[in-house]
T-cell receptor
Framework: GESVGLHLPTLSVQEGDNSIINCAYSNSASDYFIWYKQESGKGPQFIID?????DKRQGQRVTVLLNKTVKHLSLQIAATQPGDSAVYFCAENLNNYGGSQGNLIFGKGTKLSVKP | KAGVTQTPRYLIKTRGQQVTLSCSPI?????VSWYQQTPGQGLQFLFEYFSETQRNKGNFPGRFSGRQFSNSRSEMNVSTLELGDSALYLC???????????FGSGTRLTVV
């Protein structure tokens, strides 16, 4: 079926290390992807997005990589900090270029725990 | 710049009752989408509104409905509440094309 799944449900890293969170998607028609961070009691917070015509996009301490050949998305967080501890979701959007599909399909989430 | 505002933040209802949740999008965002988040099912799309019209709908029963007003504010309604409707209901607004997709803090609904 059409779904987004995460490879690792939990990830524990040491403060200062780099973190990599992975995501698999199954719909080749998806053309827009977003990573969200969700802290306890809050709504998902936008981290970074990428369109399907790109392979890589960088933000502040974060990088998203898109491999369309194997339908894989990853989020890299450099120099992970305790404040990065949260659940991270990837989401895909279908036919975004076609004009406004409003629904995102979310993965189940990965819990990132940063040890001081 | 104000974010997406959802009210109320918490709600407790009894089975069989109905509930209305409210969402005010970011100024200039005309698309509003609703999601249900539960530990078991994760984030699931309910419906999307654009210019007062429902443009997209997820796989939820007819007890779940929504509407959008001319100022882009949106409400969702759940009738005949069931215990399984207990969840965090999230609203998101975006620019045309889905860009800038921003979530509110959600309404935590508990059905007893």
């Amino acid at each position: 079926g059409e779904s987004v799944g995460l490879h690792l449900p939990t990830l524990s890293v040491q403060e200062g290390d780099n973190s990599i969170i992975n995501c698999a998607y199954s719909n080749s028609a998806s053309d827009y992807f977003i990573w969200y961070k969700q802290e306890s009691g809050k709504g998902p917070q936008f981290i970074i997005d990428i369109r399907s015509n790109m392979d890589k996009r960088q933000g502040q301490r974060v990088t998203v990589l898109l491999n369309k050949t194997v339908k894989h998305l990853s989020l890299q967080i450099a120099a992970t900090q305790p404040g990065d501890s949260a659940v991270y979701f990837c989401a895909e959007n279908l036919n975004n270029y076609g004009g406004s599909q409003g629904n995102l399909i979310f993965g189940k989430g990965t819990k990132l725990s940063v040890k001081p | 710049k104000a974010g997406v505002t959802q009210t109320p933040r918490y709600l407790i209802k009894t089975r069989g009752q109905q509930v209305t949740l409210s969402c005010s999008p970011i100024s200039g965002h005309r698309s509003v989408s609703w999601y249900q988040q539960t530990p078991g099912q994760g984030l699931q799309f309910l419906f999307e509104y654009f210019s007062e019209t429902q443009r997209n709908k997820g796989n939820f029963p007819g007890r779940f409905s929504g509407r959008q007003f001319s100022n882009s504010r949106s409400e969702m309604n759940v009738s005949t509440l069931e215990l399984g409707d207990s969840a965090l209901y999230l609203c998101a607004s975006s620019l045309p094309g889905g860009y800038g997709y921003t979530f509110g803090s959600g309404t935590r609904l508990t059905v007893v």
